[in-house]
């Protein structure tokens, strides 16, 4: 399985932008999921959707904001991020997780290669 992350770049506090990941390979199943890494911090979980049920786990951070969505047909997951902050400045990723608990994906598997986002104030 590879999957391949796009859709970042440099935008202003308060626009939108829209991420997306495809699988190639194999069809998406599990968790499929964003992290994000800003620079001097550790990766982080952003947001998260069961492949099946579309259910969506988001971080305190990006509620409200950030919406994460799957497409069966295309074989991809989608990250549309509004009102975008300074904050949001990382490289996104996005990877499978077998489960989630507590809110948060566990069992990271495959991960894509990121995509930078960079939020200028």
């Known amino acids: 399985v590879q999957l391949q992350a796009s859709g970042g770049g440099l935008v202003r506090a308060g626009d939108s932008l829209r991420l997306s990941c495809a699988s190639s390979?194999?069809?998406?199943?599990?968790?499929p999921s964003w992290f994000r890494q800003a620079p001097g911090k550790e990766r982080e979980f952003v947001a998260a959707?069961?492949?099946?049920?579309?259910?969506?786990y988001y971080a305190d951070s990006v509620k409200g904001r950030f919406t994460i969505s799957r497409n069966f047909a295309s074989n991809t997951m989608s990250l549309q991020m509004n009102s975008l902050l300074p904050d949001d400045t990382a490289v996104y990723y996005c990877?499978?997780?077998?489960?989630?608990?507590?809110?948060?994906?566990?069992?990271?598997?495959?991960w894509g290669k990121g995509t930078l986002v960079t939020v200028s104030s």
């Open positions: 390979g194999r069809p998406f199943s599990n968790y």
């Open positions: 990877g499978r997780a077998r489960l989630i608990r507590d809110g948060v994906p566990y069992g990271m598997d495959y």
């Open positions: 959707i069961g492949w099946s049920r579309g259910n969506s």
